[in-house]
């Protein structure tokens, strides 16, 4: 476990009215004061420009970045002198099953190609409409199978299988250790033709 310090509210006395920067050095100074080291890690401030910034987390991989003012005292609500600006990625996954509802379906299960292999990316369950989830259900209930393709199994006793031939259009935050789609968000289906 790594501990990341980005600020400090009391040193001998209540430091939340201090600004941001200011609370940061003093942070600083304690830390190599005490010649802190792992697993403590020091998060320094950096300025620039923001947007190259977010740029960079994003092909970095990084879950997003966090804005504050520098000037601002500590506040413990959320408020415009922080912001949390997370990085969002897309692709497009075969579906490979689904979970039924009464009037549509409940989750989609995704997968992908490795070579000749099926492999499951985990599933969405968020970002249609009752109306959406209605007409996914009518298309994928028109290429349902009677087992999965997936060459690893998984275990999904609530799922309908179908064969990979529509693709869904998925928003998501980052690809898990273990190779699953994490935060992830419908946003559209299509037919391979």
């Not at 985990?122 to 994928?140: A, D, E, F, N, Y």
């Amino acid at each position: 476990m790594v501990y990341y310090a980005f600020d400090l509210l009391w040193r001998d006395g209540d430091l939340r009215k201090l600004p941001q920067l200011e609370r940061k050095q003093l942070l600083g100074d304690l830390i190599g004061e005490n010649d802190i080291g792992l697993p403590v890690l020091y998060s320094g401030h950096l300025t620039g420009d923001g947007r190259e910034m977010f740029e960079h987390a994003a092909k970095l991989n990084w879950e997003g970045i966090i804005s504050k003012n520098g000037d601002a005292p500590y506040r413990s609500d959320r408020n415009e002198g922080w912001l949390k600006i997370k990085t969002v990625m897309k692709g497009k996954f075969p579906v490979i099953g689904f979970v039924k509802d009464p009037t549509g379906v409940a989750a989609l299960y995704l997968g992908k190609r490795e070579g000749k292999d099926w492999v499951y990316m985990g599933k969405v369950g968020t970002g249609w409409s009752r109306t959406v989830s209605s007409q996914i259900r009518k298309q994928l209930d028109t290429v349902v199978s009677p087992k999965s393709k997936l060459t690893k199994q998984v275990k999904k006793p609530r799922a309908t299988w179908v064969d990979p031939v529509f693709m869904a259009d998925i928003e998501y935050r980052h690809i898990t250790s273990e190779g699953l789609l994490r935060q992830s968000s419908f946003k559209g289906l299509k037919k391979e033709r």
